[in-house]
């Protein structure tokens, strides 16, 4: 077991937990914000994620079946902040990815700041050593150092690069001077594809065998995801967003998985539902149970 807890909270979908050896997806909340550059909140994303979750349907119209009743989730009590340093944070989310690994499930975690990514990709690297990073975002999050940190949120993909075979960004759309020259001494392991482009094909050609799949929330379009720290326009959209994870989920063995950066908004419940939504599907794309 995780040997953590600050609280119970509500099971993802209202469904109840599994026996802990019987799971084998493992949902890990992190309600935790400590770089965030704009505005602060996304510590509340994992809560209202879950809450939304309990307004969905169990039956997965698409799939024709219900997910979490073929597919056993475990969701976690949400991860105690440590807020003297990112890089204790991060640390932290290793140590709990890890031991996921160790129980030979699969992570779902959920946040949070995208900062925290990197100490996911670190615990994938010690079980899984090659593995490409699929990420979807409208940031290239590629800089090696921001704010007198390398921890910060906008460095994660910088970080992850120095572990994963590669990774390949889908959706960007705000890539920095400083992105630009940590891209080309990165060249030949750093892929990207501007949005509005979703080149399924092309993007799955830059992957290995072995993906983990990262969604920064801010990737999908302010006009249906306001809810994040840092919107911007002409983002994915819906389908754009599910047709890339399907198509990966597909061709690929996906070892892990995030969404970051959502940030709730009092009063407006869309963009909890598309959230809690997109960890639905997402655990049926990447984990494939079959319909009985
Ligand atoms: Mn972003």
């Given at each position: 077991m995780i040997n953590y807890s600050i609280r119970s909270t509500a099971h993802f979908m209202g469904y109840p937990n599994p026996q802990w050896a019987q799971a084998k997806a493992v949902l890990l909340p992190i309600p935790y914000?400590?770089?965030?550059?704009?505005?602060?909140?996304?510590?509340f994303g994992p809560e209202a994620m879950l809450a939304a979750s309990?307004?969905?349907?169990?039956?997965d119209e698409e799939f024709g079946f219900e997910t979490i009743s073929r597919l056993p989730v475990y969701t976690l009590d949400p991860m105690e902040p440590?807020?003297?340093?990112?890089g204790d944070m991060i640390a932290a989310v290793r140590q709990a990815t890890a031991q996921i690994y160790r129980a030979k499930k699969f992570p779902l975690l959920f946040g949070g700041?995208?900062?925290?990514?990197f100490g996911a990709v670190q615990a994938a690297y010690q079980y899984h050593k090659k593995f490409s990073v699929l990420h979807l975002d409208a940031?290239?999050?590629?800089?090696?150092?921001?704010e007198h940190t390398r921890f910060n949120h906008a460095c994660v993909m910088r970080r992850s690069i120095e572990v994963a075979q590669a990774v390949t960004s889908v959706g960007l759309r705000s890539i920095g001077r400083a992105d630009m020259i940590e891209h080309k001494k990165y060249k030949k392991r750093h892929h990207w594809f501007l949005a509005p482009a979703v080149p399924l094909e092309q993007i799955i050609a830059t992957l290995g065998s072995k993906v983990y799949i990262t969604v920064d929330?801010?990737?999908?379009?302010a006009s249906i995801m306001?809810?994040?720290?840092t919107p911007l326009p002409g983002g994915l959209g819906w389908y754009d967003v599910l047709a890339v994870i399907k198509a990966v989920g597909q061709q690929r063995q996906v070892i892990g998985a995030d969404i970051m950066e959502f940030m709730p908004i009092g009063g407006l419940r869309a963009p909890d539902i598309l959230a809690a939504k997109l960890l639905y599907k997402m655990l049926g794309y990447c984990l494939k149970p079959q319909a009985k």
């Open positions: 914000d400590g770089t965030t550059s704009y505005q602060s909140g996304t510590r309990t307004q969905l349907e169990l039956y440590h807020l003297n340093h990112p700041e995208h900062s925290l990514t940031h290239a999050d590629f800089r090696n150092e921001y929330i801010d990737v999908l379009d306001p809810a994040t720290g």
